[in-house]
């Protein structure tokens, strides 16, 4: 079955930088567009950063723009999100999903896969 596992979430302080990797099986990844959401305590479910299937595009949240980056490996059937300056606003559980083909909707209903969430905890 379809399995998305990420990693590499933790406790850092602000200003610092993380890496989080979403490992996926039983899809083909190459024909994936892959994206990173996020939910806050007591908050919706938001976007974060989308990556196409092709690779060739990438939307970026307002608030992570030019702070984090979205990337794949299809050799690895893996994608990751680097964060870098962290705020404590960006405090949230992250979770990556899976759309197949397409672009890299925004809306988290239009996403087929999900992984159970990483755990980021920015403290200022």
């Known amino acids: 079955q379809v399995q998305l596992v990420e990693s590499g979430g933790g406790l850092v302080q602000a200003g610092g930088s993380l890496r989080l990797s979403c490992a996926t099986s039983?899809?083909?990844?190459?024909?994936?567009?892959m994206s990173w959401f996020r939910q806050a305590p007591g908050k919706q479910r938001e976007f974060v950063a989308g990556?196409?299937?092709?690779?060739?595009?990438?939307y970026y949240a307002d608030s992570v723009k030019g702070r984090f980056t979205i990337s794949r490996d299809n050799a690895k059937n893996t994608a990751y999100l680097q964060m870098n300056n962290l705020e404590p606003e960006d405090t949230a559980v992250y979770y990556c999903?899976?759309?197949?083909?397409?672009?890299?909707?925004?809306?988290?209903?239009?996403?087929?896969?999900w992984g159970q969430g990483t755990q980021v905890t920015i403290s200022s």
């Open positions: 039983g899809l083909t990844f190459s024909r994936y567009a």
């Open positions: 990556m196409t299937w092709t690779g060739d595009r990438t």
């Open positions: 999903a899976a759309k197949s083909l397409g672009y890299a909707s925004t809306r988290s209903r239009d996403y087929t896969a």
